[in-house]
Nanobody
């Protein structure tokens, strides 16, 4: 069975940085696109970034230039490097594994989800 376990969340001041990591198991990690989503209190879950099996990346406009997604197919991990954090980045961040090697920002492309990790940015 597929397991996705996020880590690295926490409390940080505005302008600071955090690195989120997601460890995957139970599936051939290198074959599938991976994504990060987030959900703030009272808001819908939204796309943050994704990386295809080829290594191609795409990030949401709201985090472009500040967040970077990467993957390590040896360690079976996907990482979200978050810089210049803002209060509006406060949310629970979820790691997701797609059903194919390439994926869009749409929820329907992702079959497996982690439990999430809290990121709180104080202003």
């Amino acid at each position: 069975q597929v397991q996705l376990v996020e880590s690295g969340g926490g409390l940080v001041q505005a302008g600071g940085s955090l690195t989120l990591s997601c460890a995957a198991s139970g599936r051939t990690f290198s074959s599938y696109a991976m994504g990060w989503f987030r959900q703030a209190p009272g808001k819908e879950r939204e796309f943050v970034a994704r990386i295809n099996r080829s290594g191609g990346t795409y990030v949401a406009d709201s985090v472009k230039g500040r967040f970077t997604i990467s993957r390590d197919n040896v360690k079976n991990t996907v990482t979200l490097q978050m810089n210049s954090l803002k209060a509006e980045d406060t949310a629970v961040y979820f790691c997701a594994m797609a059903g194919f090697g390439a994926a869009t920002p749409l929820f329907r492309d992702y079959r497996y989800w982690g439990q999430g990790t809290q990121v709180t940015v104080s202003s």
